[in-house]
């Protein structure tokens, strides 16, 4: 199965995080256009594919604002190749339509609690019919947010925390996130990783809207292009050649982490094969 990272041109959101580690901008009519255009030209071109494909939507921005993302999400959900397909979310918009879509769907929810009312968020994830993790940033502002969001969600739902970009934490504040999240350790420090297998490059890429295939997010070599076919014959086992990886939807796929054990069957959405009784 091969499974793939696919990122677009879309760069707005419709929140306004102090955190936020993307470039945002306001996407002009003409950006949206070609974010919608790349898009579906993927979803084309899994519907094309005979073998089995997982996807996970990482989008700069908030992709389910846009009416192309959730009509992508049911879609591509119901086609009998495609494994999973996820996507990384505030959750800002409405979820009804999430309905529509099979169980192979999944959301990767972010809870950003400057944003948007606690009540409101809660209401939502209660009602969710597609599987789903929530996380929060590691702030210390946020840890009163945290362990409500813990308490009043279902045991079922897995609440990740995420370490804070360029926070050193000390053991008593990790055991404080450790309390809420218990995978918070795999989050704490980034991983060293030079070297080491990593399943990007061979059964893992990187898609972005044009089709230019990179292993991962984070290594910017060009392995060939997506609808030319051209990357195909560059998937191979490959150590990585990066200092260190930090970023969930990267490290997930080191080898020696042995994190698809953790994650087997939630991979992409994040969710722990054993959750609750992780
Ligand atoms: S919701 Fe995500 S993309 Fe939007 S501002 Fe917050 S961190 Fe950035
Ligand atoms: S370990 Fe991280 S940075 Fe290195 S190749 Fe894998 S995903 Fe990319």
Redesign the pocket.
Known sequence: MLTILYRGPLAS?D???S??P?A?RRDTPEQLRADRAALERFAGWVAAQESEVSVLFTPW??GLVRSWYRRALVELSWLPNVARVAIQT?LSCRTGWLAEASDRAALWV?Y?PT?VPYERLLGKLRTLPVRHSVGIVGDPAHLPDARRLRADLPRETYLWVNAEEGRRYTDAEAAEWSRIDPLFRHSRFAHPSAGLPCRTGDSVISVSGDGTVRRCHFVPEVLGNLYDGSYREALRPRPCPATACDCHIGYVHLEPLGLYDVFTGGILERIPAAWPGT
């Open positions: 959101c929140y306004d995080c955190y936020c993307f945002k921005g908030e505030n972010t950003h944003q």
